[in-house]
């Protein structure tokens, strides 16, 4: 499809007696603000497709009727009043209507104070009780939503939210219902909203001009703006870094309510969790002194008979700080931070630096990263450090360093808009990148067009023109067949191939046994479909390739990407505008913190440990001697304190009980360790097997930047103070680091983002003034005019020979294939409202109330089968263990497939996953195993 | 029948309800060819909507939420639009309606000339409150606006066929008329 181009044409036209010159196609009210001329409005929002249906932004063009400016396009030589006697009559007149039917009291008024009618009634001096005009029968409210308060009364009928659930969030669960003094807006088929499929985005509240739509309260009472401090930062949630700032009550301390705010990353726009999901931060759990283990608490194990695996009499909730918190005493953090220290030299000294281990996370800062590693690779004096990241896109990254040298995007999500076509493979990303997936919603809706492949028929797959359901790990197979036929039907780029690429022999001989007949056996896509899709893809004069965990989270995870390369390679879709490689990175700082080396093989920048070069480097840059040998990732670590061999940990922010594969070995493994140091927020499920818990600081309380799945740095300032004694996570590492005998002091979060950038050449000249305040893309070469390079490898690759490399391969199927005994495929994931292991989502109240419970989705079919009642139990066994939960019936999971997400302890995921890697990322098949389904009484 | 009260064409019969099929395919066989022939009929898909909601209703009786996700698919509208649409319109049946659907019209002439009357006495005979079904599934009563036929009022309209001139006593004849 071609994109509309946008016109060159200007037009000039007098407003108020001054002249303006504007493109053509501007309406009058743009081009009034251009000349700084506000012309009051209802219905109108610049972020919104204007309907003119207020009428309150009339203006007097000369014509027989008023025009409303907001829709009316200027026109050449057109003289517009906006102010005169008469128009001001009919803003009145329009007003006292509106207010004739209006409810006695505005939501909005009471909370933020900015009703925009009652202000245009100050504005009038209209007094409401003077008002002598027919009230309807009055509507009512409905607050059956936990996160958005509904008064229709208060509804003038704008079709604000409207247009902002349908074009801007693409959710389109609002409309009209009725007419006359009957109609107002409506959910779906007219249900209440908190029974309607509203995913809470919130952004019906936030473009509400009145009190029909406003914020519940969470914490504390919703309050003016002006009566708060406003912060700007970033959410703290996945990796699209959706910008906000936050609005605090000083004296409450806390956080009351979050507003999207301008970014290329999220133009103002958020989802349920940035919006809602702030409240953790106030939880009473916070961990607010350190901790350490009771000696008559030892041998190490763990503590909560949820953790322990015991049965319990209910399901739910979080750890049990009742059962959990006995076996600790309160300490001082002297006491707390000499033992850690001593503990770690102990071991070191007894057992070698290769005793140790760190996992840093990918929700702490870049300088918390940066530190981290430095911490474990300068002072532990071992490469044993890694963080969650390699449980997301390990793969996705092996396969991106060895074919085109670098592990980052090479286009930003937004640039979707510019793409003929948009593939979309392996991503829930309504669910798990929702204010990305508006991205791509809003280009399939305009002329984009959108192929979706997914094991599961996600929220994405509704807005697709080309879905492709196919059987869950035959991704390769698929993409071979794809190939295949680009190559048989020349829908290749042969000038892209000759000048920047290397190795088509042997793919071309590959993928040739790889006819769309053969893969239609394999994933279950009939072969004319592999065809047509391949075909659209092979013709698009831009393309842009997204993908997530369901390419990444399997033993074929490296080969899977490595497919998704070839395909863009092959046909010349890197370094233009609408194309491009873009794996949607996880957690708000997964690029950041593998950007900053919380990983075992490279240091910061991705310079490698095995390079005597790099490690020079770094050893002249930190002032000691470093292990050559790059060290044990994530799973290995977790093998190594099975094993014995790993004997010391710390960890900062991360929760490998819940978070790793084969919960059940995680456990015996996190028990057998000699030392463990936990830093962390909350007591998490893997603080039980801690002998000293720090108390740190959540993402409100400190400042720091982060790196969102575009490559885009942006500061995360600090809203709230921490509670207690709690202290910021880069101090805590100073700390250990000091006593360890190796001196780390800095001033500020600021000072260590110096440091690392002057060690990492992608992130030269970027600093904290230039970063705000919607950051910048690395890398950026001129910080001071630049919003940093968008388009990466349009020249040529960081590889060796300067070109992408083809790295052909052959379809696997997954290491534990459905059999009689097992006869399921288990998927799991996550879900919108829930974050990885739940700890900061669940305490959140708005996020709770909708999702409380931990339920896996089946195929209705299937779930009949069984004789599972609509919302009843199943019990999951693997080879692994067992859990038992509710089950939904979900049309779009394929019979014969359980999806479980894994935020939920009491019905943990990952004691059922298989741990088995994938050879090259190392990263475990958390996608694909085979499960077996009963049904069950309850989930006791 | 009396003289004064006439069916609008003499000897029709209004078309049973019952025959409609809530759950029957929608725009299938020849309704598939009268689906593609409105949308000829239009520069867009969008404006189709009311001759495609009035089919629906022609096929199942009553527009469902079903039967306006469906339509909206076809339509590439989304659904709460679909609903607003059919929330606006009184002739569309957002509940499931009984065989006949009796329509009397409270427009100005008819209000004047009794219509309230008439009213009262179907719901009295079929025990039934407006916009509700009786319990044998038969009738249901709703008012609606001016059916255009103001010089003979009341104006009735049961299904697709029109009564003119009734009065409130003659409400039991037509109902026994009808079955």
Same mark, same amino acid.
């Given at each position: 499809?071609?994109?509309?181009?946008?016109?060159?044409?200007?037009?000039?036209?007098?407003?108020?007696?001054?002249?303006?010159?504007?493109?053509?196609?501007?309406?009058?009210?743009?081009?009034?603000?251009?000349?700084?001329?506000?012309?009051?409005?209802?219905?109108?929002?610049?972020?919104?497709?204007?309907?003119?249906?207020?009428?309150?932004?009339?203006?007097?063009?000369?014509?027989?009727?008023?025009? !409303?400016?907001?829709?009316?396009?200027?026109?050449?030589?057109?003289?517009?009043?906006?102010?005169?006697?008469?128009?001001?009559?009919?803003?009145?007149?329009?007003?006292?209507?509106?207010?004739?039917?209006?409810?006695?009291?505005?939501?909005?008024?009471?909370?933020?104070?900015?009703?925009?009618?009652?202000?245009?009634?100050?504005?009038?001096?209209?007094?409401?009780?003077?008002?002598?005009?027919?009230?309807?029968?009055?509507?009512?409210?409905?607050?059956?939503?936990?996160?958005?308060?509904?008064?229709?009364?208060?509804?003038?009928?704008?079709?604000?939210?409207?247009?902002?659930?349908?074009?801007?969030?693409?959710?389109?669960?609002?409309?009209?219902?009725?007419?006359?003094?009957?109609?107002?807006?409506?959910?779906?088929?007219?249900?209440?909203?908190?029974?309607? &499929?509203?995913? !809470?985005?919130?952004?019906?509240?936030?473009?509400?001009? &009145?009190?029909?739509?406003?914020?519940?309260?969470?914490?504390?009472?919703?309050?003016?703006?002006?009566?708060?401090?406003?912060?700007?930062?970033?959410?703290?949630?996945?990796?699209?870094?959706?910008?906000?700032?936050?609005?605090?009550?000083?004296?409450?301390?806390?956080?009351?309510?979050?507003?999207?705010?301008?970014?290329?990353?999220?133009?103002?726009?958020?989802?349920?969790?940035?919006?809602?999901?702030?409240?953790?931060?106030?939880?009473?759990?916070?961990?607010?002194?350190?901790?350490?283990?009771?000696?008559?608490?030892?041998? $190490?194990?763990?503590?909560?008979?949820?953790?322990?695996?015991?049965?319990?009499?209910?399901?739910?909730?979080?750890?049990?700080?009742?059962?959990?918190?006995?076996?600790?005493?309160?300490?001082?953090?002297?006491?707390?931070?000499?033992?850690?220290?001593?503990?770690?030299?102990?071991?070191?000294?007894?057992?070698?630096?290769?005793?140790?281990?760190?996992?840093?996370?990918?929700?702490?800062?870049?300088?918390?990263?940066?530190?981290?590693?430095?911490?474990?690779?300068?002072?532990?004096?071992?490469?044993?450090?890694?963080?969650?990241?390699?449980?997301?896109?390990?793969?996705?990254?092996?396969?991106?360093?060895?074919?085109?040298?670098?592990?980052?995007?090479?286009?930003?999500?937004?640039?979707?808009?510019?793409?003929?076509?948009?593939?979309?493979?392996?991503?829930?990303?309504?669910?798990?990148?929702?204010?990305?997936? &508006?991205?791509?919603?809003?280009?399939?809706?305009?002329?984009?067009?959108?192929?979706?492949?997914?094991?599961?028929?996600?929220?994405?797959?509704?807005?697709?023109?080309?879905?492709?359901?196919?059987?869950?790990?035959?991704?390769?197979?698929?993409?071979?067949?794809?190939?295949?036929?680009?190559?048989?039907?020349?829908?290749?780029?042969?000038?892209?191939?000759?000048?920047?690429?290397?190795?088509?022999?042997?793919?071309?001989?590959?993928?040739?046994?790889?006819?769309?007949?053969?893969?239609?056996?394999?994933?279950?896509?009939?072969?004319?479909?592999?065809?047509?899709?391949?075909?659209?893809?092979?013709?698009?004069?831009?393309?842009?390739?997204?993908?997530?965990?369901?390419? @990444?989270?399997?033993?074929?995870?490296?080969?899977?990407?490595?497919?998704?390369?070839?395909?863009?390679?092959?046909?010349?879709?890197?370094?233009?505008?609408?194309?491009?490689?873009?794996?949607?990175?996880?957690?708000?700082?997964?690029?950041?913190?593998?950007?900053?080396?919380?990983?075992?093989?490279?240091?910061?920048?991705?310079?490698?440990? !095995?390079?005597?070069?790099?490690?020079?480097?770094?050893?002249?840059?930190?002032?000691?001697?470093?292990?050559?040998?790059?060290?044990?990732?994530?799973?290995?670590?977790?093998?190594?304190?099975?094993?014995?061999?790993?004997?010391?940990?710390?960890?900062?922010?991360?929760?490998?009980?819940?978070?790793?594969?084969?919960?059940?070995?995680?456990?015996?493994?996190?028990?057998?360790?000699?030392?463990?140091?936990?830093?962390?927020?909350?007591?998490?499920?893997?603080?039980?097997?801690?002998?000293?818990?720090?108390?740190?600081?959540?993402?409100?309380?400190?400042?720091?930047?982060?790196?969102?799945?575009?490559?885009?740095?942006?500061?995360?300032?600090?809203?709230?103070?921490?509670?207690?004694?709690?202290?910021?996570?880069?101090?805590?590492?100073?700390?250990?680091?000091?006593?360890?005998?190796? @001196?780390?002091?800095? $001033?500020?979060?600021?000072?260590?983002?110096?440091?690392?950038?002057?060690?990492?050449?992608?992130?030269?000249?970027?600093?904290?003034?230039?970063?705000?305040?919607?950051?910048?893309?690395?890398?950026?070469?001129?910080?001071?005019?630049?919003?940093?390079?968008?388009?990466?490898?349009?020249?040529?690759?960081?590889?060796?020979?300067?070109?992408?490399?083809?790295?052909?391969?052959?379809?696997?199927?997954?290491?534990?294939?459905?059999?009689?005994?097992?006869?399921?495929?288990?998927?799991?994931?996550?879900?919108?409202?829930?974050?990885?292991?739940?700890?900061?989502?669940?305490?959140?109240?708005?996020?709770?109330?909708?999702?409380?419970?931990?339920?896996?989705?089946?195929?209705?079919?299937?779930?009949?089968?069984?004789?599972?009642?609509?919302?009843?139990?199943?019990?999951?066994?693997?080879?692994?263990?067992?859990?038992?939960?509710?089950?939904?019936?979900?049309?779009?999971?394929?019979?014969?497939?359980?999806?479980?997400?894994?935020?939920?302890?009491?019905?943990?995921?990952?004691?059922?996953?298989?741990?088995?890697?994938?050879?090259?990322?190392?990263?475990?098949?958390?996608?694909?195993?085979?499960?077996?389904?009963?049904?069950?009484?309850?989930?006791? | 029948?009396?003289?004064?009260m006439h069916a609008a064409i003499?000897?029709?019969?209004?078309?049973?309800?019952?025959?409609?099929?809530?759950?029957?395919?929608?725009?299938?066989?020849?309704?598939?060819?009268?689906?593609?022939?409105?949308?000829?009929?239009?520069?867009?898909?969008? !404006?189709?909507?009311?001759?495609?909601?009035?089919?629906?209703?022609?096929?199942?009786?009553?527009?469902?939420?079903?039967?306006?996700?469906?339509?909206?698919?076809?339509?590439?509208?989304?659904?709460?639009?679909?609903?607003?649409?059919?929330?606006?319109?009184?002739?569309?049946?957002?509940?499931?309606?009984?065989?006949?659907?009796?329509q009397v019209c409270?427009g100005?002439g008819c209000?004047?000339c009794?219509a309230?009357?008439?009213?009262?006495?179907?719901?009295?005979?079929?025990?039934?409150?407006?916009?509700?079904?009786?319990?044998?599934?038969?009738?249901?009563?709703?008012?609606v606006e001016c059916l255009g036929a103001c010089a003979f009022p009341t104006v009735v309209q049961?299904?697709?066929q029109v009564y003119e001139n009734v $009065?409130?006593?003659?409400?039991?004849?037509?109902?026994?008329?009808?079955?």
């Amino acid at each position: 499809m071609i994109k509309r181009a946008k016109t060159t044409q200007t037009i000039t036209l007098t407003i108020d007696g001054r002249e303006v010159t504007v493109p053509a196609g501007t309406t009058i009210w743009d081009a009034a603000k251009e000349l700084g001329i506000e012309i009051p409005g209802l219905c109108h929002d610049p972020r919104l497709r204007p309907v003119g249906v207020c009428r309150m932004c009339v203006v007097d063009v000369g014509e027989r009727v008023l025009a !409303a400016a907001c829709v009316r396009e200027v026109a050449d030589g057109m003289t517009v009043q906006t102010n005169s006697e008469k128009l001001e009559r009919c803003r009145r007149t329009l007003t006292e209507l509106l207010l004739s039917d209006y409810a006695t009291e505005s939501l909005r008024e009471q909370k933020t104070g900015d009703d925009a009618l009652l202000a245009l009634a100050r504005d009038y001096g209209i007094e409401r009780s003077a008002i002598e005009l027919p009230a309807g029968d009055g509507r009512p409210q409905d607050l059956s939503s936990p996160v958005i308060d509904v008064d229709h009364a208060a509804c003038i009928l704008c079709d604000r939210c409207i247009r902002a659930c349908d074009e801007v969030q693409h959710n389109n669960v609002i409309g009209r219902t009725g007419k006359g003094y009957g109609s107002r807006v409506s959910f779906d088929f007219n249900v209440p909203m908190g029974d309607s &499929t509203c995913v !809470a985005c919130g952004e019906c509240a936030a473009v509400c001009p &009145t009190g029909a739509l406003t914020d519940k309260r969470l914490i504390v009472p919703i309050q003016p703006r002006n009566e708060l401090d406003s912060v700007q930062s970033v959410c703290p949630y996945c990796g699209v870094g959706c910008a906000i700032t936050y609005h605090v009550d000083r004296d409450a301390n806390a956080v009351v309510f979050a507003e999207g705010r301008e970014s290329p990353a999220s133009d103002s726009r958020l989802c349920v969790k940035g919006r809602y999901g702030f409240d953790y931060a106030k939880h009473p759990q916070r961990l607010t002194v350190p901790l350490i283990r009771r000696d008559d608490s030892y041998p $190490k194990g763990p503590l909560s008979s949820a953790v322990k695996g015991e049965r319990r009499k209910k399901p739910g909730g979080l750890v049990d700080y009742d059962e959990v918190m006995p076996a600790f005493r309160e300490a001082t953090w002297e006491e707390a931070l000499d033992l850690a220290a001593n503990r770690l030299k102990e071991i070191k000294e007894k057992d070698g630096p290769s005793a140790l281990a760190g996992f840093g996370s990918a929700k702490c800062s870049n300088e918390e990263a940066y530190l981290f590693q430095k911490l474990v690779r300068a002072v532990f004096g071992t490469n044993n450090v890694d963080h969650c990241t390699r449980l997301c896109h390990a793969s996705s990254v092996a396969a991106l360093l060895e074919t085109i040298g670098s592990g980052a995007v090479t286009n930003v999500f937004a640039d979707v808009h510019n793409a003929d076509v948009a593939v979309v493979t392996g991503s829930n990303t309504t669910e798990n990148h929702p204010v990305a997936a &508006t991205f791509i919603k809003d280009a399939a809706a305009d002329g984009t067009t959108l192929i979706v492949i997914d094991s599961r028929e996600t929220g994405i797959a509704r807005h697709a023109h080309h879905f492709l359901h196919i059987k869950a790990g035959s991704d390769v197979a698929l993409y071979n067949a794809m190939m295949h036929v680009l190559i048989e039907e020349d829908l290749v780029d042969h000038d892209y191939m000759r000048d920047f690429t290397e190795g088509f022999d042997g793919l071309r001989e590959l993928v040739k046994k790889y006819t769309p007949e053969m893969a239609q056996e394999i994933c279950g896509i009939p072969a004319d479909r592999i065809r047509e899709v391949a075909r659209v893809f092979g013709r698009a004069g831009s393309a842009l390739v997204f993908w997530g965990m369901g390419i @990444s989270q399997h033993t074929t995870g490296t080969d899977n990407a490595r497919c998704l390369i070839s395909l863009v390679l092959l046909t010349g879709n890197v370094g233009r505008p609408g194309t491009g490689l873009h794996p949607l990175r996880g957690q708000n700082n997964v690029q950041g913190a593998s950007d900053a080396g919380l990983i075992p093989m490279v240091y910061p920048d991705y310079q490698k440990v !095995a390079s005597p070069e790099s490690q020079k480097k770094f050893e002249e840059a930190w002032g000691v001697s470093l292990d050559p040998n790059p060290g044990l990732t994530v799973v290995e670590i977790i093998n190594g304190a099975l094993v014995g061999s790993i004997k010391g940990m710390y960890m900062m922010g991360e929760n490998p009980f819940l978070s790793d594969p084969n919960g059940n070995k995680v456990r015996k493994a996190l028990a057998n360790l000699e030392f463990l140091c936990v830093q962390d927020i909350f007591l998490t499920e893997t603080a039980e097997f801690a002998d000293v818990i720090l108390p740190a600081t959540s993402f409100f309380e400190k400042y720091g930047t982060y790196t969102n799945s575009d490559r885009r740095v942006q500061v995360g300032q600090k809203a709230i103070e921490p509670p207690g004694q709690a202290r910021f996570d880069w101090e805590l590492v100073c700390e250990i680091a000091t006593r360890m005998g190796y @001196s780390m002091s800095y $001033k500020s979060a600021e000072e260590i983002f110096a440091e690392f950038t002057s060690l990492a050449p992608s992130y030269s000249g970027l600093d904290y003034e230039n970063l705000k305040p919607a950051g910048k893309l690395w890398p950026c070469p001129d910080p001071a005019t630049s919003d940093g390079v968008q388009l990466l490898f349009g020249d040529g690759f960081p590889t060796e020979s300067g070109r992408g490399k083809f790295v052909p391969v052959d379809y696997q199927p997954a290491a534990e294939l459905p059999d009689d005994e097992y006869p399921f495929i288990l998927n799991t994931g996550r879900i919108l409202e829930h974050w990885h292991t739940g700890t900061m989502t669940r305490r959140s109240k708005a996020l709770d109330a909708i999702e409380p419970e931990a339920a896996c989705q089946m195929n209705p079919d299937d779930l009949t089968e069984l004789g599972v009642d609509p919302d009843g139990y199943v019990k999951l066994s693997t080879r692994r263990g067992t859990i038992t939960l509710r089950a939904r019936g979900t049309p779009g999971v394929a019979r014969g497939n359980v999806f479980v997400p894994f935020h939920f302890r009491e019905a943990s995921a990952n004691i059922l996953t298989n741990d088995v890697l994938d050879p090259f990322g190392k990263i475990p098949e958390f996608k694909f195993c085979a499960v077996k389904v009963e049904k069950a009484g309850s989930a006791a | 029948m009396s003289d004064a009260m006439h069916a609008a064409i003499a000897g029709a019969q209004p078309s049973q309800r019952a025959e409609k099929n809530p759950d029957a395919p929608l725009f299938e066989g020849v309704y598939k060819e009268r689906f593609d022939s409105i949308l000829t009929r239009y520069p867009n898909k969008r !404006a189709a909507l009311l001759p495609v909601l009035h089919m629906a209703q022609e096929i199942r009786g009553w527009i469902s939420p079903e039967t306006m996700t469906r339509v909206a698919e076809l339509l590439e509208l989304t659904p709460a639009y679909v609903r607003s649409v059919a929330s606006f319109y009184t002739m569309f049946a957002l509940r499931p309606v009984g065989r006949y659907l009796i329509q009397v019209c409270v427009g100005i002439g008819c209000d004047l000339c009794g219509a309230e009357e008439v009213t009262e006495r179907f719901l009295e005979l079929t025990k039934t409150r407006i916009g509700e079904t009786s319990d044998d599934g038969k009738y249901t009563v709703v008012e609606v606006e001016c059916l255009g036929a103001c010089a003979f009022p009341t104006v009735v309209q049961v299904n697709d066929q029109v009564y003119e001139n009734v $009065k409130a006593e003659e409400v039991e004849s037509l109902l026994k008329e009808l079955d």
